[in-house]
């Protein structure tokens, strides 16, 4: 079952924060974080294996509520360059190991 | 870049063709996954491939079918195209572990397919 990704659009100006959201009615195994920009394929960011675990790198961190099957994308500090469309992908017990992508939420940064 | 190559990057064809997509895996890796990318969707779930058999399908019908070579290499098949299949065609490599899950996902940078 597809999660569900909130907001499904944000505009940001160079510098601000942004924190999207991933929401699933099933269990977890993993969150899987990816962005992709308009006619590329979608570049992994992260992925959260634990309940409760955050990780992140440079201004990029994200963080796994396993309880409640959600997980956090936290961009601070935006930069031009994080513009594109974020996808969560959900692995689940009864996935088959699939990944169960969100619709996505595009990002835009401004100057 | 991953190191996941696909071919050919687009492709039109006739309703009612055949058409197959060839995925090669990044080094190291032992598992393909396909999807299906329709405009302004997320990507769905169609089969993944772990050591030359498929270990999990989502909600495609018999026409889509898969193939991994003894190098992890991949294909699609898809027999008796629809309009409807239309749409961006990834495969993601990752690696398959005892304990039963994937790790992260690279994309090659995916198959454009129109059938008109």
């Known amino acids: 079952q597809q999660p569900v990704q909130s907001p499904q659009a944000v505009i940001l100006r160079e510098g601000e924060d942004a924190v999207i959201n991933c929401s699933s009615s099933?269990?977890?195994?993993?969150v899987h974080w990816y962005r992709q920009k308009h006619g590329e394929a979608p570049v992994f960011l992260m992925i959260?294996?634990?309940?409760?675990e955050q990780k992140g790198h440079e201004k990029i961190s994200a963080s796994f509520n396993e309880k409640k099957q959600q997980s956090s994308l936290y961009l601070t500090a935006s930069q031009l360059s994080y513009s594109g469309t974020y996808f969560c992908?959900?692995?689940?017990?009864?996935?088959?190991?699939?990944?169960?992508f969100g619709k996505g939420t595009s990002l835009l940064v401004t100057p | 870049e991953t190191g996941v190559t696909q071919s050919p990057t687009h492709l039109i064809k006739t309703r009612g063709q055949q058409v197959t997509l060839r995925c090669s895996s990044q080094?190291?890796?032992?598992?393909v996954s396909w999807y299906q990318q329709a405009l302004g969707q997320g990507p769905q779930f169609i089969f993944q491939?772990?050591?030359?058999?498929?270990?999990g399908r989502g909600n495609f019908p018999p026409r889509f079918s898969g193939l991994q070579f003894p190098n992890y290499s991949s294909e699609l098949n898809v027999n008796a195209l629809e309009l409807d299949d239309s749409a961006l065609y990834l495969c993601?490599?990752?690696?398959?572990?005892?304990?039963?899950?994937?790790?992260?996902?690279?994309f090659g940078q995916g198959t454009r397919l129109t059938v008109v």
């Open positions: 992908g959900t692995e689940s017990k009864n996935s088959g190991y699939a990944l169960n």
């Open positions: 491939y772990y050591r030359e058999e498929e270990n």
């Open positions: 080094s190291g890796h032992n598992t």
């Open positions: 993601a490599s990752s690696f398959f572990g005892l304990q039963g899950m994937n790790t992260e996902a690279f």
């Open positions: 959260l294996l634990k309940g409760g």
């Open positions: 099933k269990a977890l195994y993993s």
